[in-house]
């Protein structure tokens, strides 16, 4: 007798550790249940998938959703809108909400309004404090809990750490790996003379490479201290990835797809304040060591860092204009540009978005396609030229740094837990969002 599935995809290309071929590939349950030949099984429902690949589904490990309390900008179901029409099926959305999640109070809150009401699947990271340092090794593995993130550079109220007696306390406190924004407070409060009124270019010079470099080596110093394994985010410069090549035992890199695809003084002349980000875009010395890095394998993970303001934000006169951009849900398309253009392998994009936030933070079930895996999917076009422009942007600040923007590769559909959620651009599915597992914790 055949075997019966709920759904198969038909004729796609699928790409996973195995290479990439052409494989049906079945669900049930929600799970990934068969891969090869599968024309004698039987199914609920088919996909044709000729023509196009079948991608295991983004994970993207950092994203500003604002809610609660800056939901004029973004909520969490208008994120994961724009997540699931970029081929995103789980995100870890960040603490830097009013109020803050640095309590289980705050991150249950979190996880039982995001239950079923966003349209991915979802963890949260805690924010490490001096004020609850004692209770990281209980909120670093609650339910939902992506783990810790602390800020050493500037931020929103208590969230800022920037002192090395309590970065050491808080790193020692650690067991699963914890997220830094690496940037040194003390530096950036010296250097604030070298913003210039009205001149958003001069971001990057006050916010020098070396603030970033001061920062990323005393976190690296007090994980090998403490045997920690911390993961540092959005590395901006050529100085620190020299130095995170030669110090990889306990520290993971990210890169984001802005910092390798603008680049100064172009972003600023063009985009103004929306170019604005911390750390900032910089120029092409910065960028093509970015690249190099990626070739050589010392980024691990690619993530969006989505963080949405409203144009009345970004208009304001720098630098009181607020740094941060759209980047979810066109993390995949730009991504798949450059692929396009031969800087990187479908492969090694793969590796970036699903295999390597799965190693790197030890996610139970994704980021893979295999038999008995959750069939988190992206099924992609890799033909097909589109055009980004500001109304194709579900976030509800509504612009990206991209308008204008032709790109060649595009998600056609999204699959969460076997559930189409997105296809042809139209979300197809209701929100049934789930909490991510982890290997360690919850």
């Known amino acids: 007798m055949a075997d019966t599935f709920d759904l198969i995809l038909t004729g796609g290309t699928v790409v996973n550790h195995d290479g990439a071929g052409i494989r049906d590939l079945a669900i049930r349950a929600g799970r990934i249940a068969a891969l090869g030949d599968l024309g004698a099984a039987r199914s609920a429902e088919t996909i044709d998938c000729t023509g ?70 979802f963890a949260f990271y805690v924010g490490g404090t001096r004020e609850n340092v004692d209770d990281i090794p209980a909120l670093e593995r609650l339910p939902g809990s992506a783990g810790i993130k602390v800020f050493m550079g500037s931020s929103t109220g208590n969230l800022l750490v920037d002192d090395e007696p309590s970065l050491d306390r808080i790193i020692g406190s650690i067991s699963r790996r914890a997220a830094f924004h690496a940037e040194d407070e003390d530096r950036l409060n010296a250097r604030m003379a070298e913003r210039r009124q009205g001149d958003v270019s001069s971001h990057p010079v006050w916010r020098d490479p070396e603030a970033a470099l001061i920062a990323t080596r005393r976190l690296v110093g007090l994980a090998e201290k403490h045997g920690r394994r911390v993961h540092v985010l959005h590395v901006s410069t050529a100085e620190e990835m020299a130095y995170l090549a030669d110090h990889k035992a306990y520290a993971t890199v990210e890169v984001t797809p802005h910092h390798l695809t603008l680049v100064a003084p172009d972003c600023y002349e063009r985009l103004g304040t929306y ?31 989505h963080a949405p303001h409203t144009h009345e934000e970004k208009h304001h006169t720098y630098p009181a204009s607020h740094s941060g951009m759209t980047g979810v849900q066109t993390l995949l398309p730009i991504m798949l540009d450059h692929v396009a253009a031969g800087r990187l392998s479908l492969a090694r994009l793969v590796d970036l978005t699903s295999h390597g936030p799965q190693r790197t933070f030890g996610i139970r079930g994704k980021g893979r396609i295999a038999v008995g895996w959750d069939a988190d999917l992206a099924v992609v076009d890799l033909k097909r030229r589109v055009t980004i422009t500001n109304s194709m942007i579900a976030s509800r600040c509504g612009w990206t740094p991209y308008d204008g923007v032709t790109v060649t590769g595009f998600p056609q559909g999204t699959l969460v837990r076997g559930r189409r959620v997105m296809w042809d651009g139209v979300i197809v599915g209701s929100a049934a969002g789930e909490p991510v597992h982890f290997l360690e914790g919850c």
């Open 52 to 121: 196009l690949h079948i991608l295991p589904g983004v994970i993207d490990s950092q994203v500003h959703f604002r809610e609660p309390g800056l939901t004029h900008k973004e909520d969490l179901e208008t994120g994961s809108r724009a997540a699931v029409l970029g081929g995103v099926t789980a995100v870890f959305e960040m603490p830097n909400t009013n109020p803050l999640t640095t309590s289980a109070e705050a991150l249950a809150d979190k996880v039982a309004r995001a239950h079923h009401r966003m349209f991915c699947d």
């Open 275 to 305: 170019a604005q980000m911390n750390p900032p875009v910089r120029d092409e010395r910065h960028r093509a060591a970015l690249w190099r890095a990626l070739e050589q394998g010392v980024v691990d993970v690619l993530g969006s860092d």
